[in-house]
């Protein structure tokens, strides 16, 4: 029987109910799963003073101590992952399968991390004899991770597993529409022997957490994944206290298709990619520019294989694609198509919400849909598909290019001058060939202009949890010190 963890905020390595609470729907059936506990300030506090003793310790700890650690929780979020994904499941509404993979994907955050703690190398700059210049890394100190609902446990482990392996703590805030993920995290960091304070988890009114924590003097990192809106208040607000951020935003992914490849197989294959977490996903690719030779049937295909996508609740094993996260998300969804029909934009498939419980929307592709469109400028964060025709690679690039976000692009070619016209001219920190894979553990992932700032994952994604230290040694005192022009 499929059952739903009981909820608690986790403190100093002690898991505690409030008495303020706030219920979590399964968005399949609209159905309440569980009861949230909400953080009060005192709290909040006892985090801080929990996450500044667990950095005492834990800055301290051996590098490959501390990924022992890490990797011991990883296994065992390995081990338990058939009872983890349903959990992920219920909260999110994604089919299990993508719940099983995301709990590997979470692991393989820790695990590439883990390695990376024993390689943050410092080094020594040439110098004159008798003095040494070296620089070095050292960990940031106490980290507040926020974390959104899309991804209940890899996005949290993102954010964990790059402040533990620099050697900070953590007092995280992950989503409270999917609480779950960080949750089965805390447990197998506790059951894996991580010293107490290290990680702290808490829920609560978003607002209010972020405006209490962000300010404290020790808050030495803010790391935070989610809308550029909110991004963009955290960072300011950071900024009154000089606390560097780490802030991966919202994207809104340009595909360019070239007329080089099976325009047929390349549609069929982006409309399942589409589907993938019902479109919840900041890399999603959402705005096609397709040469005209290949748009009739790369539309064609997509839009035929869109509408053969099933949708239902994530625990039947035939769902292909889960609900929305939430009503907002089908009204959001409604909007942006009746505002690109009204301008004149086709709806190829999709376009109407279902009849019955649950917040489901289908895959819906919009074609030819004219630049003052909302869709072509706001992210719709949804299984929305637009597939405009272009005249040509500078068209695409450009059109590609118009919009603030940078965060991920991908094109279809076999052309080698075609792929260096992307790589060397497309505005995005991801940039995937043939592939709408758009993020791994070994390689950093974040965004440019409006998406975002930093970066986490590979061998860069503990920087931003760390500090540079110089150290100058002179061999010998100085004792006769002399200044500009020769004068002691």
């Known amino acids: 029987m499929t059952t739903y963890p009981d909820l608690h905020l986790f403190i100093d390595n002690t898991w505690r109910k409030t008495a303020d609470t706030r219920p979590v729907l399964n968005p399949a059936t609209e159905q309440e799963i569980g009861r949230l506990p909400i953080a009060r300030q005192s709290d909040l506090d006892d985090a801080l003073n929990a996450a500044e003793r667990g950095f005492r310790v834990w800055s301290r700890t051996a590098p490959r101590v501390r990924a022992q650690i890490i990797m011991r929780a990883a296994s065992l979020l390995r081990d338990r992952g058939p009872q983890i994904a349903p959990s992920l499941t219920m909260e999110n509404g994604k089919p299990l399968v993508q719940a099983r993979m995301e ?9 590439w991390d883990a390695g990376e703690a024993q390689r943050l190398y410092g080094h020594v700059v040439p110098s004159a004899p008798g003095i040494r210049y070296t620089v070095v890394r050292e960990p940031a100190g106490i980290v507040a991770g926020f974390s959104p609902w899309n991804f209940p446990l890899s996005q949290p482990a993102r954010k964990i597993a790059g402040a533990l392996a620099s050697g900070c703590s953590i007092i995280l805030k992950a989503a409270e529409e999917t609480p779950a993920g960080a949750i089965h995290i805390a447990r197998a960091f506790q059951d894996a022997g991580l010293p107490a304070g290290v990680l702290n988890l808490v829920f609560g009114n978003p607002a209010e957490i972020s405006s209490y924590l962000i300010p404290q003097d020790r808050i030495r990192v803010v790391a935070f994944t989610g809308s550029t809106a909110v991004g963009i208040q955290l960072t300011e607000m950071a900024a009154r206290s000089m606390t560097p951020v780490l802030m991966e935003l919202g994207g809104h992914a340009p595909v360019i298709v070239c007329d080089d490849v099976d325009a047929h197989a390349a549609g069929r294959m982006s409309a399942v990619r589409k589907a993938r977490n019902s479109g919840q996903v900041c890399t999603s690719p959402t705005r096609f520019f397709v040469a005209e030779q290949s748009y009739a049937p790369f539309a064609k295909a997509f839009a035929e294989r869109a509408a053969q996508v099933r949708f239902g609740d994530g625990l ?6 889960g609900p929305l996260a939430n009503a907002r998300r089908i009204a959001a969804m409604e909007a942006l198509v009746e505002d690109a029909r009204a301008k004149g934009a086709k709806v190829l498939c999709g376009g109407a919400r279902p009849n019955g419980p649950g917040y489901f929307y289908p895959v819906t592709v919009l074609a030819e849909v004219p630049d003052d469109a909302r869709v072509m400028r706001e992210e719709p964060f949804g299984p929305i598909a637009i597939i405009n025709p272009v005249s040509g690679l500078d068209e695409a690039i450009s ?17 080698a001058a075609n792929v260096d016209r992307l790589t060397n001219e497309i505005e995005a920190g991801n940039l995937s060939i043939n592939t709408l894979e758009a993020s791994v553990a070994e390689v950093p992932f974040g965004g440019v202009k409006y998406s975002g700032h930093g970066r986490e994952g590979g061998a860069d994604g503990l920087h931003h949890y760390t500090v540079t230290k110089t150290i100058s040694h002179r061999m010998e005192l100085e004792t006769e010190p002399t200044v500009a022009g020769g004068t002691p």
């Open 103 to 111: 709990v590997i994907r979470g692991a393989e955050f820790f695990e």
């Open 399 to 415: 059109r590609a290019n118009a919009l603030a976000y940078g965060l991920a692009a991908y094109g279809f070619t076999h052309s």
């Open 316 to 321: 039947d094993p035939t769902t292909e694609m």
